[in-house]
């Protein structure tokens, strides 16, 4: 059945792009190298990227990539979609993370590979939400929910479902369905996925799309408020003051005495993950 899940996925993505299009290499020349295998292009790239070069790195990589290595594949998208070493290009980092959607349709989610393909397809999927200004690949939501919905159910991704929950919170790409949405984000919540703690949070706090819960409400939020890091997760301390300051005291009190237990629960989860 993952198989079939995964071609399907795949001919979606194949049908709403030029063939030459996923294609990287098309539009990157693979340059020449002396290595004898993908793996040792791969293994001299990661080891230019730690000390530095990534000029160098990138041209192992790509060597790497041209031989389908998935793990070059991801680790190019990644560096063109930060401009990491390289031109920040959303273009080349979204046909490198096609080509891993098209080429490991037959991987499952205990393979080796299966943390990189279930990045590749939440990635996707963040693309076709917004598309890429100025290129062929225009907002699609209902394509971004395909990717989500696929690195979420078969990998179990968090970073996917935490996605996957944002569409039914905000009705993009699928009606809205708050129920739904605290569903993975509870998923991804139990995972350590600080912002889905934080919106499941607010959810069971305010009783939207599910019973309401304060206490273990506020526990989500304290836990996101933990975790947050700088101004990207401002919004993180906002919610849980503004929760907090309207909490009673019973509530308070029964959150700080659920948050140590479950916090054991999700560092285990996340140990296991790695």
């Known amino acids: 059945m993952g198989r079939r899940l995964a071609a399907a996925v795949g001919l979606v993505l194949l049908g709403a792009l030029p063939a030459a299009a996923l294609d990287a290499t098309a539009r990157t020349p693979v340059p020449s190298g002396n290595y004898r295998s993908a793996r040792e292009a791969l293994r001299m790239g990661v080891r ?16 790497a990539a041209e031989q389908g290595h998935a793990l070059a594949l991801w680790k190019l998208g990644r560096m063109y979609a930060e401009g990491d070493g390289v031109p920040h290009d959303d273009l080349k980092a979204f046909e490198f993370f096609s080509r891993i959607a098209d080429d490991t349709t037959d991987e499952g989610p205990d393979a080796q590979n299966s943390g990189v393909v279930a990045s590749a397809f939440t990635a996707l999927g963040a693309y076709f939400l917004d598309g890429i200004k100025g290129t062929y690949v225009r907002p699609n939501p209902e394509r971004a929910y ?3 919905n696929y690195a979420a ?15 039914y919170l905000d009705g993009t790409g699928v ?46 939020l304290s836990m996101a408020r933990e975790a947050a890091q700088g101004r990207k997760d401002d919004w993180i301390v906002a919610l849980y003051e503004k929760a907090w300051a309207s909490a009673s005291e019973e509530d308070r009190a029964a959150a700080m ?18």
């Open 48 to 63: 230019d990227y730690n000390a530095g070069d990534k000029e160098g790195a990138a041209r192992a990589l790509e060597y």
């Open 146 to 148: 395909d990717m989500f």
């Open 153 to 167: 159910s078969y990998f179990g991704d968090p970073n996917a479902q935490y996605n996957l929950g944002r569409l």
């Open 175 to 220: 009606d809205t369905d708050a129920r739904q949405a605290a569903r993975w984000f509870n998923l991804a919540a139990e995972k350590g996925h600080a912002p889905a703690q934080a919106l499941l949070g607010q959810l069971l706090v305010n009783g939207q799309g599910v019973p309401a819960q304060r206490a273990r409400g506020l526990m989500w």
């Open 257 to 274: 005495a659920q948050a140590s237990q479950t916090t054991a629960q999700v560092t285990g989860s996340a140990r296991r993950r790695r």
